[in-house]
Every structure is written in C-alpha cells, then in structure tokens.
C-alpha cells in the first residue's frame, strides 16, 4: 500500500492526523488478518510551499524539511501510527523521477519547453477516470500553472526548470526540480512496481492529484494499475475544510497540549474514515472520557487478576467462562471481524459488543466482591481473563492499547484533565478537604455546589465509603451540546468504574 504523506513545511494538523490514523488502521487490520504488508508512505519535501517558507526564515528548504518530517514522525509515535516500512523523500528520488520523466516523454505523453516538461493530457483517453472529472477542471489554483507555453491549458508540470534561489537538480531538460504529481508516481513504482494493492490519501488529491498519477504511471507503464483507491474524509472546522492555507486549522501538538494522544486517536476513528470529521472539543471531551473508562476497566480486570493469581488454573485446560461470558467474546470476535472488514467500521466497533464486554468486566468484578462457591467464582475470575484478552486484542488492532501501564495512562489523562480545568492536583484535594468538612457540618447543599463547581471543569468527585476520589468527566454544561458528525457514534455515558 502506498499513502500519500505530508508536504513537510511545518507542524501537522488535525487533517493530517486523520489520514495518517486511518490508514494505520488498515495497516494494524491487514497485519492482523495475516497478510504481509509492504507500506510506503512518502515525504514531499521539494516544493513550492517549503521554498517559500524557507525564504521567509533564511533556512535552506532541504533543511528545514527534515525538521519537520522529524517532528511529524514525533507526533505519528504520540498517535500511535506504526512506522511505514518506506518512507521516501523526494530529495531521495531525483534518479526515478527523471527515469520515469524521460520514459513519459519517450512515449510521446509529455513534451519539454524552455527546460520545463508537461504531461500532455490530450494523449491520455482515460484521464478522468478515477474522479469523473473534465479535463477543464483541471485549472489553476490546485498546483496547476497558467502557461501560455502549453498545448492544453490541463496539461500540468512533470518538470519545472530552475528559478533563481530555488533548489534544483541536473536533468536532461536543464537544471530543475520535479512536478508535484511524478513524485508519487515515481517513488510507488521503485518500491511497490507499477501494480499494487492499495493506494491511500485524502478525499482532496482524488483530483488532481491522483488523476494525474494514474496518467503518469500508464504513460510510463501500460500495464500500471492499483487494485484499490481509499480516500480519508476531511476534518472540518464549522464544516469547512480545515487546511494551512486556510489558516482554521489546529496543529496535533496543540490538541495533545490538552488533550491525551489517544483520546485524539479515539476522537479520529469514532467517525467512519470516509465520513467527514468536524472538529469539536465535546467529541473530543467524550473521546478522553470514554478511554478513560476502557482503560480503568481493563486497569481494575488486571488488578483483581493479579491478586486472584493463585486461584487461576495453569493446567493448559481450555478456559471455563460463565455463559454470559462465552456469549460477549463470541459476540465481541463476531461483531470486530464483521465491522471492520466491511471497509473498516471502527465507529461501530467502539459501540455495541465492545461496551458490553467492558460492562460485563465490571459486573464480574462486583460479583468476586461476594461470597461465591468455590466452582462459581473459578468461572467469574476465567470470564474476566479470557474477556481482557479479547478486548486487549481490539484494542491493539485499533491502536488504542497504551505503550504503558493503564496505571500510568490513567495517571496521564488524570494530568490533562487538571490542565484543561486550569488546576494542579493539590488544588482538587483541598477541595475534597474542604468539601469533607462541609459535609461533617451537614451543610449537603454546599457540599454539592462545591462538586458541581469541579464537575464544571471536567473533575468528577465520588464518594466511596468514608472516602473521596476524582476522575476525570465531561465537563456538565457541554453534555447536552452533543452532536454527532456523519457517520461518528457517540457511546453511552460509562458508568464510573
């Protein structure tokens, strides 16, 4: 599979994440079915936007580039995106670019101007057919030039000769740098040849980008052909896209300031990956509420687990499970299997099955808290193994499964939520001191207005026994503004684990 990646000139947005997220999850899923996957996804770093924010800082473009290739890698590793197999530069890759060049101009698909070279689009019959678009559309604003020079105004740039200031290569047209188009074209043959499986990006390159593609790789190759087209959605800010040149964007390292990496990941697969996807912090405050309540589950199944180590049987028996048990893991395998082979339908795998499993955990783990026969409680604590395995599972397939303890990832989300709230913990227990005195004066009306005031802030206090802890919550006055984009499901308010 080949992915077309980011145009490295600054810090990714929330656009970016949902691209790279979706497409680590058909990555994570074809690996788990047992297939070997070979996956490229490049790095465009020669191009018109980075030369002029480099002549804006005095940087040289190659330069600055990498950096940020570096730091988007960082934010892919917070999102848990696995690595690419390739991750190719175009700076890497002047050799294919003009290998694949000279054998478009060799067929008589592109011809040379003054030392630039454009693909000519009256030679190609099939140009339009992914997208259903006419060659007139194919304009400028979207990378393709005004030029008087050329033969069709459609034709866009294989080859652009040098320009003063500018980085450039030697070709056999003159000095120069590629188009935007052959790099992708270029680089998936070197690694993948002229036919593979799956080619991948956003629902904006289908056109020009891809178009073009396809022209330039049959140009070349005759016998060029992707099996399968996969375009992620926008991310829409007031549901308009949101992009750099827009300037409505929000980097992903100014949402992980506030919010945990992986209620970012859940917030971005709670929507199909072809539905459009609007930026909200009430999804994104029900994403981090919603993890926090898989993680405290699955924290407080391992907790009991460990303590009951002795009790559990290692006589490489086949587990015993209660029924109800046995019917969520068949339901939970069942309904993960069918929803995301039906082109990847991670919104409902976090509803339905994979609710009720954590709620059967829960359950299970209020039943070991009383008195059982001794058979009775051996099925209860099997059940609450073999359901945290399979749970475990979707997790990781999804790459939801923290890198960490649940102890340590609850510990974190714990620390945004204090940040969002604008406090540090010691702030919360003076609160919960404070509110334990109020209560021992019998004064329950201010003691609930003092919860209401933290609940406010996204702090939940319980009272559990003679004690009182928080967690994090939806912040009260945003509950009711819930509103769900197209295609993403919002989960039931959990119950406090």
Not at 84 to 104: A, G, L
Not at 292 to 302: A, H, M, R, T, V
Not at 334 to 342: A, C, G, I
Not at 489 to 495: F, G, I
Request: aromatic residues 8%; contains cysteine; glycine residues 6%.
């Amino acid at each position: 599979m080949y992915v077309c990646g980011v145009t490295a000139y600054d810090f990714s947005h929330l656009g970016h994440a949902r691209a790279a997220v979706s497409f680590d999850v058909l990555y994570r899923y074809l690996k788990h079915l047992g297939y070997e996957v070979t996956y490229v996804r490049n790095f465009t770093d020669v191009d018109d936007k980075i030369i002029r924010r480099a002549n804006e800082t005095g940087e040289d473009p190659i330069s600055l580039s990498d950096r940020y290739c570096k730091e988007y890698n960082i934010d892919m590793s917070d999102l848990q995106c696995l690595s690419p197999t390739h991750e190719p530069r175009v700076s890497d890759h002047m050799e294919q670019i003009k290998d694949m060049i000279t054998q478009i101009i060799n067929k008589d698909f592109g011809y040379v101007v003054d030392g630039d070279v454009f693909f000519a689009v009256d030679k190609f019959p099939n140009y339009g057919k992914l997208s259903g678009q006419k060659l007139e559309n194919n304009r400028a604003g979207e990378r393709v030039a005004v030029d008087s020079r050329k033969r069709n105004p459609s034709d866009f740039a294989l080859w652009k000769a040098a320009t003063p200031g500018e980085p450039s290569w030697d070709s056999p047209w003159g000095p120069g740098r590629p188009g935007w188009h052959i790099e992708c074209s270029a680089m998936s043959a070197h690694y993948l040849s002229f036919k593979f499986d799956i080619h991948g990006g956003g629902l904006d390159l289908i056109f020009p980008h891809h178009e073009n593609e396809i022209a330039q790789s049959c140009a070349a190759c005759e016998e060029s052909d992707v099996s399968y087209w996969m375009h992620n959605g926008h991310v829409t800010n007031n549901n308009e896209k949101m992009s750099k040149s827009l300037g409505n964007f929000f980097t992903i390292r100014q949402i992980t300031e506030r919010y945990h990496p992986l209620a970012l990941r859940y917030f971005l697969i709670n929507a199909h990956y072809r539905s459009p996807l609007n930026y909200s912090v009430v999804q994104l405050e029900g994403a981090s509420d919603a993890i926090f309540y898989i993680y405290q589950s699955l924290k407080d199944c391992q907790d009991a687990l460990l303590q009951l180590q002795e009790e559990i049987p290692n006589d490489g028996k086949p587990a015993r499970t209660t029924p109800d048990a046995k019917e969520c893991i068949s339901k939970l395998c069942n309904e993960f299997q069918v929803k995301m082979s039906d082109d990847l339908s991670t919104s409902l795998i976090l509803t339905g099955a994979f609710l009720e499993a954590l709620k059967l955990v829960n359950n299970l783990l209020t039943m070991l808290k009383k008195k059982q026969q001794k058979q009775q409680r051996l099925l209860v604590i099997e059940s609450l193994k073999e359901i945290g395995k399979e749970v475990t599972k979707v997790l990781d397939v999804l790459g939801l499964q923290p890198p960490c303890s649940y102890n340590e990832v609850l510990l974190q989300l714990k620390e945004k939520a204090l940040t969002r709230a604008g406090l540090v913990e010691d702030d919360v227990i003076r609160l919960i001191n404070k509110r334990a005195e109020v209560r021992r004066n019998k004064d329950f009306l201010k003691s609930d207005q003092m919860r209401a005031h933290l609940q406010a802030k996204g702090i939940a206090l319980m009272d559990v026994g003679t004690e009182t802890i928080w967690r994090p919550c939806v912040p009260v006055q945003q509950e009711s503004e819930v509103v769900p984009s197209e295609g993403q499901k919002v989960p039931p308010k959990p119950e406090t684990a």
